[in-house]
């Protein structure tokens, strides 16, 4: 079946600028996070949708980063005003979310590489 | 201190060569340890999922965990050239829907 998609793939803007990146997680999926993945740096949690629960948005980096999650599918991630330091592949993830260790697995998506300029 | 530390690499073994992979942590309560396969462009895929301490065997793969020294590892026998990829270890508290904490990953090349 489908996995995670994300848009777009690749996103150029100057510094200064907001960017909006997509996630489509897998159809069924409860749970969806978003991470960044910097050079040196790893992944880093940035936030978490559990179902209709309020969002963990313990990992956001600062006040300039948002998202929403509309009607349980499709999430959005918002950067306001862009900075150099926000140039990263951005990934999401989606997992089941019931009962049984497995199905707790993170899929991930490819990734929308931004660059700042 | 990052909470998971991981040797970044690169590491380059010829084809057929026994790999291994490490991380530390320093959060005890980490109980559930796994290890992603990142392919350049792509996103992570995992690849094995531990639970506590132990050993754990998937075909050439084996991942290893140490809780009292805080030190998980990955083996890899018999490589190929189509392990070459960056890999990241990844840990949780629980095993619920939770944020995963991440290594930075160790890029390998097997060199046929």
């Known amino acids: 079946g489908a996995g995670v998609s994300q848009s777009p793939s690749n996103k150029v803007t100057e510094k200064g600028k907001d960017v909006e990146l997509r996630c489509d997680p897998i159809?069924?999926?409860?749970?969806l996070y978003w991470y960044r993945q910097s050079l040196g740096q790893g992944l880093e949690f940035l936030i978490y949708f559990q179902g209709n629960s309020a969002p963990d948005k313990s990992g956001l980096p600062s006040d300039r980063f948002s998202a929403e999650r509309t009607g349980g599918s499709v999430s959005t991630l918002t950067i306001q005003r862009t900075q150099q330091e926000d140039s990263a592949v951005y990934l999401c993830a989606s997992s089941h979310g019931t009962a049984g260790v497995t199905s707790y697995e993170q899929y991930f998506g490819p990734g929308t590489r931004l660059t700042v300029t | 201190q990052k909470e998971v530390e991981q040797d970044p690499g690169p590491l380059s073994v010829p084809e057929g060569a026994i790999v291994s992979l490490n991380c530390t942590y320093s959060n005890s309560a980490f109980q559930y340890f796994m290890w992603y396969r990142q392919y350049s462009r792509k996103g992570p895929e995992l690849l094995m999922y531990?639970?506590?301490?132990g050993n754990k065997e998937d075909g050439r793969f084996t991942a290893q965990v140490d809780k009292s020294s805080k030190y998980i590892s990955l083996f890899i026998r018999d490589s190929q050239p189509s392990d070459s990829a960056t890999y990241l270890c990844?840990?949780?508290?629980?095993?619920?829907?939770?944020?995963?904490?991440f290594g930075k990953g160790t890029r390998l090349s097997v060199i046929a």
């Open positions: 159809s069924g999926h409860t749970a």
């Open positions: 990844a840990m949780s508290v629980w095993s619920g829907n939770t944020p995963l904490v």
């Open positions: 531990t639970y506590s301490s």
